[in-house]
């Protein structure tokens, strides 16, 4: 299996929470586009199998226009082997959903939506400089299911400054009533060089308490798994046959190729990014010479991405296989270390599989960071 990420770096305006490479100037997408589709061509022969998952991601991919999404299909078409059943998945904001914009998405190879909402009061929404109301998002989500989307996400976020238990509630009450296939949702995470963390230092807003947080997160796994969605990764939840393709092959750590400026890749031993410049980026492409960063993955840091990647999903970390792929020292360093939390039952092996219990996902990070070769 592999997979094409699309990263589209154009944003209306900027969020204050948001640490991904974007712009809000967006007098270049035409050439940038251009410039996608060179690198796309240059980077054919990186991809010797079918594509099962293409995804538009951002920045807000719903910032293209028709003729945009156009001249892209038609390149990955031309130069690649697509799956006929590929998951095509365009990331988009409610404000830009229009009834024109879904149509022009509902005539696409796209089959399914990742509408970025965060949150349904809209107090919330303005403190993250969202775009748009409550309302908004609401509509938005069935108007993509009139004109024929049945494959929806939505991104909630959690744990802001101020956020109370029962406002969360309130939040997941509407994405549940909305009749939505998937639901990812992250807690807030003040990231450098981010409006919301010069806040954060500046005393002018305080995290939420951790006992809150904590709450927040188990609510979130009972209201969802009670309501037929299956808590098939940490932050992900979806129905039955409504998992993300695309992010399930990042987590079993499939191949995927990524386009666009500042785009991450992986070819099963190696890690590479585009340079994080708009210009750069066009330059490059126009005189055929792509500007990237190579890391090559020696066995002690694919055995940690092994462990990461496994113990974030319901499917953990099968232990026959690290044996053969790792080497004995690495399984006995692994399950010393696991041995503690398998006596507090936060971990579980069953069927030669080690996962995390429900109580050891709420400290999921000190486990897997125990776990991991140093």
Same mark, same amino acid.
């Given at each position: 299996?592999?997979?094409?990420? +699309?990263?589209?770096?154009?944003?209306?305006?900027?969020?204050?929470?948001?640490?991904?490479?974007?712009?809000?100037?967006?007098?270049?997408?035409?050439?940038?586009?251009?410039?996608?589709?060179?690198?796309?061509? +240059?980077?054919?022969?990186?991809?010797?199998?079918?594509?099962?998952?293409?995804?538009?991601?951002?920045?807000?991919?719903?910032?293209?226009?028709?003729?945009?999404?156009?001249?892209?299909?038609?390149?990955?078409?031309?130069?690649?082997?697509?799956?006929?059943?590929?998951?095509?998945?365009?990331?988009?904001?409610?404000?830009?959903?229009?009834?024109?914009?879904?149509?022009?998405?509902?005539?696409?190879?796209? *089959?399914?939506?990742?509408?970025?909402?965060?949150?349904?009061?809209?107090?919330?929404?303005?403190?993250?400089?969202?775009?748009?109301?409550?309302?908004?998002?609401?509509?938005?989500?069935?108007?993509?299911?009139?004109?024929?989307?049945?494959?929806?996400?939505?991104?909630?976020?959690?744990?802001?400054?101020?956020?109370?238990?029962?406002?969360?509630?309130?939040?997941?009450?509407?994405?549940?009533?909305?009749? +939505?296939?998937?639901?990812?949702?992250?807690?807030?995470?003040?990231?450098?060089?981010?409006?919301?963390?010069?806040?954060?230092?500046?005393?002018?807003?305080?995290?939420?308490?951790?006992?809150?947080?904590?709450?927040?997160?188990?609510?979130?796994?009972?209201?969802?798994?009670?309501?037929?969605?299956?808590?098939?990764?940490?932050?992900?939840?979806?129905?039955?046959?409504?998992?993300?393709?695309?992010?399930?092959?990042?987590?079993?750590?499939?191949?995927?190729?990524?386009?666009?400026?500042?785009?991450?890749?992986?070819?099963?031993?190696?890690?590479?990014?585009?340079?994080?410049?708009? *210009?750069?980026?066009?330059? *490059?492409?126009?005189?055929?010479?792509?500007?990237?960063?190579?890391?090559?993955? *020696?066995?002690?840091?694919?055995?940690?991405?092994?462990?990461?990647?496994?113990?974030?999903?319901?499917?953990?970390?099968?232990?026959?296989?690290?044996?053969?792929?790792?080497?004995?020292?690495?399984?006995?360093?692994?399950?010393?270390?696991?041995?503690?939390?398998?006596?507090?039952?936060?971990?579980?092996?069953?069927?030669?599989?080690?996962?995390?219990?429900?109580?050891?996902?709420?400290?999921?990070?000190?486990?897997?960071?125990?776990?991991?070769?140093?």
């Amino acid at each position: 299996m592999a997979g094409i990420y +699309i990263h589209i770096p154009y944003c209306k305006t900027r969020c204050t929470y948001c640490d991904f490479y974007t712009l809000t100037n967006e007098s270049q997408i035409d050439a940038f586009v251009d410039a996608l589709c060179t690198e796309a061509g +240059i980077r054919k022969e990186e991809l010797n199998e079918p594509v099962q998952t293409i995804y538009f991601g951002g920045g807000t991919p719903s910032r293209l226009h028709k003729e945009h999404f156009d001249q892209i299909f038609d390149t990955l078409f031309s130069h690649y082997v697509i799956d006929p059943n590929a998951e095509i998945t365009v990331e988009a904001n409610p404000d830009d959903l229009s009834d024109d914009y879904i149509r022009m998405l509902a005539q696409l190879p796209v *089959n399914r939506l990742s509408i970025g909402i965060q949150s349904f009061d809209d107090g919330e929404l303005k403190f993250l400089s969202r775009r748009h109301s409550a309302r908004q998002a609401i509509d938005a989500v069935k108007k993509c299911q009139q004109q024929g989307f049945h494959n929806i996400s939505i991104d909630l976020m959690y744990g802001l400054p101020g956020q109370t238990l029962e406002r969360w509630e309130q939040n997941l009450y509407q994405a549940l009533a909305l009749d +939505i296939q998937h639901v990812s949702a992250y807690h807030l995470i003040y990231e450098e060089k981010t409006r919301m963390y010069s806040l954060l230092k500046a005393g002018k807003i305080k995290p939420v308490d951790e006992e809150i947080s904590t709450a927040m997160f188990g609510r979130l796994i009972d209201r969802l798994t009670t309501d037929g969605f299956i808590h098939y990764e940490i932050s992900a939840f979806g129905k039955e046959g409504y998992f993300s393709r695309h992010n399930s092959a990042y987590w079993q750590n499939k191949k995927y190729l990524g386009l666009g400026p500042a785009a991450h890749s992986y070819d099963g031993d190696n890690r590479s990014w585009n340079v994080a410049s708009l *210009n750069r980026y066009i330059k *490059n492409m126009e005189s055929g010479s792509p500007e990237r960063e190579t890391e090559h993955l *020696n066995p002690y840091e694919k055995y940690n991405e092994f462990i990461l990647t496994g113990l974030r999903t319901m499917w953990g970390v099968n232990l026959p296989e690290m044996k053969s792929r790792f080497g004995e020292t690495l399984f006995q360093f692994c399950m010393e270390n696991a041995q503690k939390y398998l006596d507090k039952g936060l971990l579980t092996t069953e069927d030669q599989t080690m996962k995390l219990t429900r109580e050891g996902i709420f400290i999921s990070d000190g486990i897997m960071s125990d776990l991991m070769w140093v």
